[in-house]
C-alpha cells in the first residue's frame, strides 16, 4: 500500500541543509521533542520527510545534526552504512507505507569500518559481511574521506537498483566540524 507523499524531495533536501546550517550555530538539539510532538505522533502516526540510512558510530546523530524532531527522520543505522535486504525492507517501508520522498545515505568521516576495510584488517564473524561489502565498494582506494564517499556511492546504487521509488542521495558528515556535504556538493 502506498501513502500518498506530503513531501517533494527538493525541499527535503533544502530542508536538511537548512537544518544542518542550524545545528552547526547551535549548542543544545533544535528539533521538537515536546509532549505535544509525543503525543501528535502517537495518535496520528509519523509521515518522516525522509529516510536516513547512517552508520551506528555514536558521533553521527543524524535528528541532531539536521535539526530535525520526533517523527521527521526514519533513520536506519547500520556500521559502515552499508545497505542489505534487511536495510532495504526498512527503507521501502518508509517510501511505500510511511511516503517518505528522500533517501539519504550519510556516510561520515573517521569511520571505523571503512578504516578497518581501508587497512585490509582480517575480521570474523558477521562483522566480515559488512567489512567486504565496503572492501568491494572502496576497491584501492587508500585514501580516507574518497573511501567513505565511494561507500556512500555503492549504498545509493544498491537503493537505487532496488528500484525504491525515491530520491536517493549520498552525503558526508564531518565529524570535526559537523557539516554535512552533499555528494553533488563535493
Not at 502516526?45 to 539536521?66: K, L, M
Amino acid at each position: 500500500m502506498s501513502v500518498e507523499r506530503k513531501f517533494i524531495a527538493k525541499d527535503v533536501i533544502a530542508r536538511l541543509k537548512e537544518g544542518n546550517e542550524k545545528f552547526l550555530k547551535s549548542k543544545t538539539s533544535s528539533g521538537d521533542v515536546s509532549p505535544k510532538i509525543r503525543e501528535k505522533t502517537s495518535t496520528e502516526g509519523q509521515f518522516p520527510y525522509a529516510v536516513v540510512i547512517t552508520c551506528s558510530d555514536s558521533r553521527v546523530i543524524p535528528e541532531a545534526i539536521f535539526s530535525a524532531g520526533i517523527g521527521e527522520l526514519f533513520v536506519i543505522r547500520v556500521a559502515g552504512f552499508v545497505v542489505n535486504k534487511t536495510q532495504l525492507g526498512s527503507i521501502e517501508y518508509a517510501v511505500d507505507h510511511l511516503g517518505s520522498p528522500l533517501v539519504v545515505v550519510l556516510g561520515h568521516t573517521q569511520c571505523g569500518a571503512v578504516g578497518t576495510a581501508l587497512i585490509h584488517h582480517e575480521v570474523e564473524g558477521a562483522l566480515k559481511t559488512i567489512i567486504d561489502e565496503i572492501s568491494a565498494a572502496i576497491g584501492d582506494e587508500t585514501n580516507p574521506l574518497e573511501a567513505v564517499k565511494l561507500n556512500v556511492k555503492h549504498s545509493c546504487e544498491v537503493i537505487t537498483n532496488a528500484k525504491v521509488p525515491a530520491k536517493v542521495i549520498g552525503a558526508v558528515y564531518h565529524i570535526d566540524t559537523g557539516k554535512v556535504n552533499f555528494l553533488d556538493e563535493i
